[in-house]
């Protein structure tokens, strides 16, 4: 029989499928080839990477196959993973996105960290406080923290009501619902005091986005991503804006581009906040930046 070029792969069994796809997505430079194809046919047999394993054997039905070649073209269009199957994991959160939230990434977590050490310096995470999230997107950041600090109340911004809606979802998803969410930029609509004020700004410069991967430029939202010039524009509205609404001893913790440590803790000192030596990332870049203000 001559092959069906309508689509993408022949019908074969659950792991013949599986290597067939992962090749593909290595032609293309993939380099998750052989997780992202894990992760499309499980969520095309609405089956578990258990399942997918005792299963491996069977035959893929055409329906199955059809269904599977969907996915895996929008995989090969780099559409990212996660908005194929509708949501990220973050700090073991399940987070629901749409096309105007970020796709949470693993380096964010480092924020979260950050934050937490500068909480636990001051007191129990069992205290009442107030946090704000600049920037909620999905409301990962908030949403996070909210998770291991049992008293807190959260404020998440965004510029973006659809942002908003996704985070507010998230919420109540979560069942995390000591959360409010405000559309404004940044922290322009918010009162303090506040004990910790939280953010993943746009950084990327506006001439670098072109050179992004794909998964990023085409398919994460400008918004997010758009630092201006030289990426600092959010650090400097944040540095206008956040020490007035940190109360004595508060805590301001941001994520930070690669090469801007320094240009962003000399905004933040200039705006009376100390800063505290960053956090790295697992890969040793320096990727959360605290700034604190004196009690």
Same mark, same amino acid.
């Given at each position: 029989m001559g092959r069906n070029t309508a689509t993408i792969l022949d019908p074969q069994s659950v792991a013949e499928t599986r290597r067939?796809?992962? *090749?593909?997505? /290595?032609?293309? $430079?993939? =380099?998750s080839a052989d997780l992202d194809a894990r992760i499309l046919i499980g969520q095309a047999l609405g089956a578990d990477q258990t399942a997918l394993a005792s299963d491996s054997t069977r035959s893929i039905t055409p329906a199955e196959q059809a269904m599977i070649d969907a996915l895996a073209r929008r995989r090969l269009n780099r559409e990212p993973i996660a908005r194929i199957v509708g949501q990220k994991e973050f700090w073991s959160l399940p987070l629901r996105l749409n096309s105007a939230t970020l796709v949470p990434r693993p380096e964010t977590e480092t924020v979260v960290e950050a934050a937490l050490a +500068?909480?636990?310096? %001051?007191?129990?995470?069992? /205290?009442?406080? %107030?946090?704000?999230?600049? $920037?909620? $997107?999905?409301?990962?950041?908030?949403?996070?923290l909210l998770s291991e600090l049992p008293h807190a109340f959260a404020v998440g911004t965004d510029l973006s009501i659809d942002a908003l809606v996704a985070a507010r979802a998230n919420a109540r998803r979560l069942n995390l619902n000591r959360a409010?969410?405000?559309a404004c930029?940044? +922290?322009? *609509?918010?009162? $303090?005091?506040?004990?910790?004020?939280? @953010?993943?700004?746009?950084?990327?410069? @506006?001439?670098?986005? *072109?050179?992004?991967?794909p998964e990023v430029r085409v398919y994460d939202p400008r918004l997010a991503l758009d630092g201006g010039q030289n990426g600092l524009d959010a650090y400097r509205a944040i540095a206008a804006t956040? &020490?007035?609404?940190? +109360? !004595?001893?508060? +805590?301001?913790?941001? =994520?930070?581009?690669?090469?801007?440590? =320094? !240009?962003v803790t000399a905004l933040f000192a200039a705006a009376g906040?100390?800063?505290? &030596? &960053?956090? &790295?990332?697992?890969?040793?870049?320096? %990727?959360?930046?605290?700034?604190?203000? %004196? *009690?």
């Open positions: 067939v796809l992962a *090749a593909k997505f /290595r032609a293309v $430079g993939i =380099e +500068a909480i636990d310096a %001051r007191g129990s995470r069992s /205290r009442p406080l %107030r946090i704000a999230d600049l $920037g909620t $997107g999905s409301g990962a950041l908030a949403l996070a409010a969410f405000v930029d940044m +922290a322009q *609509a918010l009162h $303090g005091p506040f004990d910790l004020i939280v @953010s993943n700004p746009p950084y990327i410069a @506006s001439d670098d986005i *072109a050179g992004l991967d956040v &020490p007035a609404l940190l +109360a !004595p001893g508060g +805590a301001l913790v941001v =994520e930070l581009g690669i090469g801007q440590m =320094e !240009p906040l100390a800063p505290v &030596p &960053p956090r &790295p990332d697992l890969n040793g870049v320096p %990727r959360a930046l605290v700034g604190m203000k %004196r *009690a």
